[in-house]
């Protein structure tokens, strides 16, 4: 069945969308903001938020804008544990990878942990999900380096100051020798205000990344 219209596919076919669904998928392209890929007004290149602003993570892209049929596809694997959904999701990602010179082929691929969406609770980390298929594609290695040291409230409970008071600090790198001057892109299902992403950045970074970048299946704009 076409996970947005519902409609029964023939079951040779192992695709998450009918054909139809799929055709409406919008490709993140061209112009966007340089940095965080937000199609917002831009002003030489970059977004309103990204102006004058350094960032831990340098670069974000997504195969995708978070539109029409991917918001069903972004469901069914991240509340309807359909593994093959986002394992179809990340081969996509792979192939549309080869569209962003700009994100370079990193040395270490890791997944968003799920601590970052504490709303998402749920026992398995769909980002591991579609790191692991782009690994397989690409044959870049995945790595999750990221564990919680102190407990965070949900970020969907406070405005944006907390939520930067609330995460900092709450997350640590477990073997900093194991990104040690490591060039690494982070990998998410959505990417929303990008926050998750630099949080996650930030830590990498302060043990010793030289790089890190963002790839999403979806960006929301
Ligand atoms: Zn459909
Ligand atoms: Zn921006």
Partial sequence: MCAHCRKDLPGSYSGTLCLACRTQLVPLEAPFCLRCADISPLRHGVCASCQGEKFACRLIRAA?????????????????????????AGRLMARHWARFRELPAPEILVPVPLHFRRENERGYNQAEILAGAI????????????????KTKPQWELDK???KQNIAGAFK????GDILGRKLVLIDDVCTTGFSLEAC???LKRSGAVDVCA???AREV
């Fill in 135 to 150: 690994s397989k594609e690409t044959g870049i290695p995945v790595l999750n380096p990221l564990i919680r040291v102190r």
């Fill in 215 to 217: 790839y999403a299946f």
């Fill in 173 to 176: 790198v477990a073997r900093p």
């Fill in 64 to 88: 995708f804008l978070y539109r029409g049929p991917i918001h069903s596809w972004v469901y069914s694997f991240k509340y309807r544990g359909r593994f093959p959904a986002a394992q179809e």
């Fill in 201 to 203: 950045a930030l830590e």
């Fill in 161 to 163: 100051k907390d939520r």
